[in-house]
């Protein structure tokens, strides 16, 4: 199989994303000035911008990509929510699984950005758990839209209390019963939550926080291949995707393992590349790619990503130009 028939198989792909949704406010403008009122830049607003962030932005490059990605998330009843909604209607993306609470409040991030860099993040959100009345009515959804036909579930957890440890074995438990493969993208909180799955995607930070683990990954690679190791014995799983940010990529399974180093780019934000990377390592284990391959095309989307201010996702043109040129 080349790398063309395999991007050739994201079209039409139902993938259901379920976890923490985020709208990704951004304040755009220039610095003319020090403030006189205290020692820090003024920003001349140019324009200001909402975008589907978090999970959102999961499934936004499985929507750019040619799939057909569903979200399955809660959001608050307050204007922002709306906005997001809004926004996944505009962007084509199902939100069939989308839940409204009047208990919390739709996660913000809001960054001022001036000639590329990010001068200020300003957060607001509620990272409580769900209610268990919100929780059934989220696993109902979840428990339906799996029953409807699926390729492929995708967990992606920004510890804002969507994903718990009890629904995300519940969706595990039943996606394997339809044999239908679950990834995750994790974080510190219920990282030990994801035994069974079809490919786990921690990044460095991840891995050594879930494990309790510290090592210089550039000084220590037997150190990092033993972390590796435990992970996969602590928590079974099929594939282990590790991103390793300037460093590229770690893949493994029982039998391969390889380090994909990153590619040379002008790095301007890392922000969303890991979305970016479970969305695309996701398509390309359905398409049937070797996990060489899944790490070798994941490794340049991520990449392509942290070129641009902000949170964004790909197109699949811009990804197949990038893949003829980087791996043909």
Do not use: W
Not at 150 to 169: F, H, P, R, T, W
């Amino acid at each position: 199989m080349n790398y063309e028939s395999i991007l050739k198989e994201f079209k039409e792909k139902r993938i259901l994303v379920v976890g923490d949704v985020m709208l990704d406010a951004y304040i755009l403008g220039k610095v003319t000035r020090v403030s006189p009122e205290a020692p820090v830049p003024v920003v001349a607003l140019d324009k200001k911008e909402n975008r589907i962030g978090g999970a959102g932005n999961v499934a936004l490059n499985l929507k750019n990509l040619g799939a057909y990605p569903i979200i399955a998330s809660v959001v608050g009843t307050d204007p922002e929510g709306q906005i997001l909604e809004e926004l996944f209607k505009k962007r084509g993306i199902s939100s069939e699984g989308l839940v409204k609470s009047d208990l919390r409040k739709t996660t913000v991030k809001t960054r001022v950005i001036s000639s590329k860099q990010q001068l200020l993040r300003v957060d607001s959100e509620d990272t409580h758990p769900l209610s268990p009345e919100h929780q059934k009515v989220l696993f109902e959804r979840i428990l339906n839209l799996i029953e409807t036909g699926l390729d492929a579930i995708i967990l992606e957890d920004y510890d804002k209390g969507v994903l718990n440890e009890s629904n995300i074995q519940r969706i595990i438990e039943e996606a394997d019963k339809r044999n239908i493969p679950v990834t995750a993208d994790p974080k510190k909180a219920n990282f030990h939550s994801y035994s069974g799955l079809s490919l786990f995607k921690p990044n460095l930070k991840e891995l050594k926080e879930g494990l309790n683990l510290d090592f210089n990954f550039e000084n220590n690679l037997v150190a990092f291949e033993d972390s590796v190791i435990r992970l996969r014995k602590v928590l079974p799983h099929e594939i282990s995707l590790i991103t390793l940010s300037e460093h590229g990529v770690y893949i493994c399974n029982d039998s391969e393992k390889y380090h994909i180093p990153a590619h040379k780019r002008e790095i301007t934000d890392v922000s969303g590349a890991g979305d970016t990377v479970i969305a695309v390592a996701t398509l390309c284990y359905i398409a049937g790619a070797p996990i060489s391959t899944i790490a070798a095309i994941a490794n340049i989307a991520g990449g392509m990503v942290c070129e641009k201010p902000g949170v964004v996702s790909i197109s699949i043109e811009k990804l197949k130009n990038e893949v003829s040129e980087l791996l043909q």
